[in-house]
């Protein structure tokens, strides 16, 4: 893609998040952070007005198909079983196409101590987590999947492994897709949780 197309100021956020996928969250400060973009400081002033801005512009990037995503599951004519799929594999094509942007899901535990980007992960991991126990819950009741666990327990496992798959490709590395290992895990997690 023509860098000409992109605006400085989204830029500055993909820059944001590729130091904080090589160096971790304590990394991203304004001189790295202009240093990456070959700018001064004063220059990212003129964008930002301080790190805790960028990082709530990066919180919102991250979640920003989030809605369209759950929009677009819902209005499937599917399965329970089905629809989660689907969304999982939304999920594993996007960090596979966007490798950086997964690491803001490690990031959660700091995001939620800063107070500017507190509320806004807050709601984007509550969100997500109350879709999934939603359609867990109709999985269950549709008699998909056994009720051995609830759709809460359910939605914080595949939350975990998730998180598990996206800390071992930082780790180690893996000579297949993210969304091949990813959902061939979850298929097999899937099979275990379906009614006999």
Request: glycine share 4%.
């Amino acid at each position: 893609m023509n860098e000409s197309f992109i605006s400085r100021k989204d830029r500055i956020i993909a820059a944001a998040i590729e130091i904080i996928s090589d160096s971790g969250l304590a990394a991203l400060t304004t001189k790295n952070l202009a240093q990456k973009e070959n700018m001064s400081e004063a220059l990212l002033y003129k964008y930002f007005g301080g790190i805790n801005e960028v990082l709530i512009e990066v919180v919102e990037y991250y979640s920003k198909f989030d809605k369209g995503i759950r929009h677009t599951i819902n209005s499937k004519n599917a399965s329970n079983m089905q629809k989660i799929k689907e969304y999982l594999e939304a999920y594993a094509t996007y960090y596979d196409n966007y490798y950086s942007i997964s690491t803001i899901m490690l990031q959660y535990e700091e995001l939620l101590h800063n107070v500017d980007t507190r509320e806004k992960i807050a709601w984007c991991i509550t969100e997500r987590l109350s879709f999934l126990e939603m359609l867990f819950a109709n999985a269950i009741e549709a008699g998909e999947i056994t009720d051995k666990f609830t759709p809460e327990e359910l939605a914080n496992n595949i939350t975990g492994v998730t998180m598990s798959h996206i800390l071992s490709r930082r780790i180690v590395y893996h000579s297949k897709s993210f969304k091949y290992e990813f959902m061939n895990n979850v298929t097999k997690w899937f099979d275990l949780i379906a009614k006999k």
